[in-house]
């Protein structure tokens, strides 16, 4: 198991993805940040947070579960459904930027696009992530990616967000070395 | 989940899961009365021995909302009684590939039969089993409860609930009393002493037998249905008389706490158990009662039969 981005590196990352979305979009006016439960949303917060300050406004943002869009529903028990939440109530005509913390196989991602698909109709959705550790499963590309890390299929991934784990801190583990 | 028999097998953690889910879907589809694909190829049977309005509806439109495909089995007017004969109706749906079964019926224990015996591989769901329970009324009466009193949120510590009337010949009164106290609630039963079923003692409730000395005492006010068709001997002497007792008037009303409300389970007998100017009022949430009942039984639905059903993860050999 070893760190691949400390808490220092994690806050540059995402100040320089909020830098960057504001940037495509040309300003926060019409944007709305979705993270996807549990560690997106914490992400969303803080990236909501960092745009905030850098232009003086007050950004909300918000959450967006996927479980009952997810395709491999019939292969686990059930999971807890999370909290979805849109800030302003709608989303149609706005850009929408989903957030979440690992982008892996792209069904999460898919899922979510049904999710959006069935509140209304977006003006675009963009995709952030902290981690992209490959291995693609569908034809979905992030917009604004913290690290490439490539991975072995096997390893793990788990990033640690100081909200819910106490640090910030993201962990590969179970490398064969 | 595996099925959904009885409130006495659902764990506090359980039933608080089945109330949160419920909020987060009640909050989802508000207003728009869209569809989710989670059940999508899930076939969903009502099978109804006695009659029902509102259960079986929504029962269908809470399948509908999940995107499963529905079947009405309406044994109204048949011979079909326990045994034999529900052994080869399950069978039949069995063929048909029912992956759940919805099942209302008069005898008490017909939906633990059907799910104890290896008839059929699907999910039970109890929609009412003779004077035996009625789990997701319970559900939906808690949900409401909750929704209302203590901000959506965790259990029912700290309120104080009054079942009143026929509690002897109810399944729902039987199913609330098992959920509200799993969930921290304070009930007592209001009741004649007809209408209090013998050992009552066991359950650990309070019992009263005068609605005028608890009224104001009480958070919420549960009225149940006189079940007529239920009542074999004479239980009170006349209905003024039980209306004169135990009917919620509006005078009545007038003695409850400022924030309390009023629940029935339905059909209601106006002018017998409630007034029509009960039933209307502003502290009523009779209607709430049914809009509720659809998010519950989606969450219920979602819970024993959105993720792999007990039986594929058994023999996919994945852990719970």
Do not use: C
Request: proline share 3%; no cysteine.
């Amino acid at each position: 198991m070893s760190v691949i981005l400390n808490s220092g590196e994690i806050s540059r990352a995402l100040r320089r993805i909020s830098h960057e979305i504001l940037e495509k979009n040309h300003g926060p006016e019409n944007l709305l940040l979705l993270g996807i439960p549990t560690r997106g949303a914490y992400l969303s917060r803080r990236i909501a947070g960092a745009i905030s300050e850098i232009e003086k406004i007050n950004l909300e943002s918000g959450t967006l579960d996927i479980t009952m869009y997810r395709d491999d529903l019939r292969l686990k028990a059930p999971r807890t459904l999370l909290p979805t939440n849109i800030p302003g109530g709608s989303i149609d005509g706005r850009d929408v930027v989903l957030i979440d913390d690992v982008f892996f196989s792209g069904r999460t991602i898919r899922a979510a696009l049904d999710a959006l698909n069935e509140l209304g109709r977006p003006k675009s959705v963009q995709l952030a992530v902290l981690i992209d550790r490959g291995h693609r499963e569908l034809p979905i590309r992030a917009d604004f990616v913290g690290k490439n890390i490539p991975t072995a299929k096997e390893e793990s991934v788990r990033v640690h967000l100081s909200e819910i784990d106490s640090v910030d801190e993201v962990l590969i583990e179970g490398s064969s070395q | 989940m595996k099925h959904l028999l009885s409130i006495a097998d659902l764990s506090k953690d359980e039933a608080i899961e089945v109330l949160d889910t419920a909020a987060e879907l009640a909050r989802l589809s508000e207003g728009t009365g869209k569809k989710f694909p989670t059940l999508r190829g899930r076939t969903v049977v009502n099978l109804f021995f006695e009659d029902s309005t509102r259960t079986r509806i929504s029962f269908e439109a809470a399948a509908k909302r999940l995107s499963a495909d529905v079947i009405n089995f309406a044994a109204k007017g048949s011979s079909v009684s326990k045994g034999e004969s529900l052994k080869d109706t399950a069978l039949t749906l069995q063929a048909m590939g029912a992956d759940a079964v919805v099942i209302r019926h008069g005898a008490s224990g017909a939906a633990h039969q059907l799910a104890k015996q290896e008839w059929m591989k699907g999910v039970v769901i109890n929609a009412g089993d003779g004077t035996h329970e009625h789990p997701t009324q319970a559900l939906l009466d808690a949900f409401t409860i909750r929704r209302h009193l203590k901000e959506n949120q965790g259990d029912l510590s700290g309120i104080k609930v009054g079942i009143i009337g026929d509690i002897l010949h109810s399944r729902v009164a039987r199913s609330n009393i098992l959920l509200l106290k799993k969930l921290g609630a304070e009930v007592v039963l209001i009741a004649p002493p007809t209408l209090i079923p013998v050992g009552v003692a066991k359950w650990e409730v309070g019992v009263s037998y005068s609605l005028d000395d608890q009224i104001k005492s009480l958070d919420v006010v549960m009225a149940l249905r006189v079940q007529k068709e239920r009542m074999n001997d004479l239980y009170f002497p006349t209905e003024r008389e039980y209306a004169r007792g135990y009917g919620l008037t509006s005078e009545r009303m007038k003695q409850m706490k400022t924030k309390s409300i009023v629940m029935h389970p339905g059909p209601m007998n106006r002018g017998l158990e409630i007034s029509a100017e009960s039933a209307d009022s502003q502290r009523s949430v009779i209607v709430e009662q049914v809009a509720n009942g659809v998010s519950v039984r989606m969450a219920v639905l979602y819970l024993t039969l959105g993720g792999a059903t007990f039986k594929e993860l058994a023999s996919s050999g994945e852990s719970l």
